[in-house]
C-alpha cells in the first residue's frame, strides 16, 4: 500500500510537470524605424514646428519618437548651400526614408541618393524642377506633396490689389539660388499683365543683398512688395519686415510665420499640415509601397493670414470682405 501511494504522488507530480504551462517567451523587440528630415529651417526638431508637426502626424499613426521611431534631423538654417553636406550626412545614416522640405533641399536629397526613399514637402514645380517624371506617376524614389505655389501666385496678386485698389507697381523678392522661383516669376508675370500691374523683379540670395533689394524697390517706386516662399526669407523674416516696414511697402507672403514677425498678409498652404499629410506618405512606404507608384499629392487646405496691426501703421484698411475670407487675423 505504502508503495502504491508513493508511486501515485510521484505519477501525479510527474504529470503536473508535463502539463504545467511554460513560462512565455520574451517578445520580440520593437522594430525601430529610423527616418531623415532635412529642414531650411532651426537646428533643431524641438524650434521647428514643421517637424513637430510630422512627428504628430507620425504618432497618430503609431510611430512614437523614442520607442519605435528614431528621428535623424539635420537644418541648413537658411543656407541652401549646405543642403548637398547635409543631405548625403542623412544618407550615411541609412534611414528607411528621408522627408525634405522644400525644392532645394527635395533636390540635394536626390542628389544624394537613387534608393533611399524621398518624401518631399513644400515643393512649388516638383515636375519642373527635375524631381518627379510626372504627379500621378513620380517614378524613381521620390514623392510627396507639392504646394502648387505658381498656380497661387495669381491670387495673391489679387488680394494685394484688394488692399490697394490703386497699385500699378509690384516688387517681387525671389532667389536666384530657389529653382521653383523662375516659374513663380513667370506665373506672377502672366497674373500680373491681366490685372493691369507692371512687376519689378528684385534678386535675394541672402540676408546680406536685403539692403539693396531694398533700395532697388523704393528706386523703382513699387507700391507693394510680393516675397516668394523660400527658406533664407522665412529664416530672417524679421528683418524683412524691418525694412518693409521702413520702406512703408505692404507685403503679401506665402508662409505666414513672415506675417507673424510683421508682414501684412499671406496666402498659401499650411506648412504643419502639409507635414502632418507627409507623414501618411511615410506611413505607406514603411508598409511596402514604393515612392514611384505613389502620386504626388496637392494641398486642400489654403490660409489667408492678415496682420491688422502691420495694417494700421502702414495706414492701410482692409476691406471687410478680405476680413470675412480671412482664417486668422493678427491685431
Not at 6 to 26: D, M, Q, Y
Request: hydrophobic share 45%; with cysteine.
Amino acid at each position: 500500500m505504502r508503495r502504491t501511494i508513493i508511486g501515485f504522488i510521484i505519477t501525479c507530480a510527474l504529470g503536473c510537470l508535463c502539463v504545467a504551462p511554460l513560462a512565455p517567451e520574451a517578445q520580440p523587440p520593437t522594430h525601430v524605424h529610423r527616418i531623415g528630415a532635412l529642414s531650411g529651417f532651426g537646428p533643431t526638431p524641438g524650434r521647428d514646428p514643421f517637424v513637430e508637426a510630422f512627428l504628430e502626424g507620425m504618432r497618430a499613426l503609431g510611430y512614437v519618437e523614442g520607442q519605435n521611431l528614431v528621428l535623424e534631423y539635420r537644418a541648413a538654417a537658411g543656407h541652401h548651400e549646405r543642403f548637398p553636406a547635409l543631405a548625403a550626412e542623412l544618407v550615411q545614416l541609412k534611414p528607411e526614408v528621408i522627408v525634405t522640405q522644400g525644392t532645394p533641399a527635395a533636390l540635394a536629397a536626390k542628389d544624394a541618393t537613387t534608393t533611399i526613399p524621398i518624401v518631399m514637402v513644400g515643393v512649388g514645380d516638383p515636375v519642373g524642377s527635375g524631381l518627379v517624371a510626372s504627379l500621378a506617376r513620380p517614378g524613381g524614389n521620390i514623392t510627396g506633396l507639392s504646394v502648387l505655389v505658381p498656380e497661387l501666385v495669381g491670387k495673391q496678386l489679387e488680394f494685394l490689389k484688394d488692399v490697394l485698389p490703386s497699385v500699378s507697381r509690384v516688387a517681387v523678392l525671389w532667389n536666384p539660388a530657389n529653382p521653383a522661383h523662375a516659374l513663380m516669376v513667370r506665373e506672377a508675370d502672366m497674373a500680373a499683365q491681366q490685372l493691369g500691374v507692371e512687376l519689378h523683379r528684385v534678386e535675394a540670395r541672402g540676408p546680406d543683398a536685403f539692403d539693396s533689394a531694398f533700395a532697388a524697390m523704393t528706386s523703382a517706386h513699387a507700391g507693394a512688395l510680393l516675397v516668394l516662399v523660400d527658406t533664407v526669407f522665412s529664416e530672417h523674416r524679421r528683418r524683412l519686415a524691418e525694412l518693409a516696414a521702413m520702406s512703408h511697402l505692404p507685403t503679401m507672403h506665402q508662409n505666414r510665420a513672415l506675417v507673424e514677425a510683421g508682414g501684412l498678409i499671406s496666402y498659401a498652404a499650411s506648412p504643419p499640415d502639409l507635414w502632418r499629410h507627409g507623414a501618411t506618405h511615410v506611413d505607406k512606404i514603411l508598409k511596402g509601397a514604393k515612392p514611384a507608384d505613389l502620386p504626388v499629392e496637392q494641398p486642400t487646405k489654403f490660409e489667408l493670414v492678415i496682420n491688422l496691426k502691420t495694417a494700421k501703421e502702414l495706414g492701410l484698411t482692409i476691406p471687410p470682405t478680405l476680413l470675412f475670407q480671412a482664417d486668422e487675423v493678427i491685431k
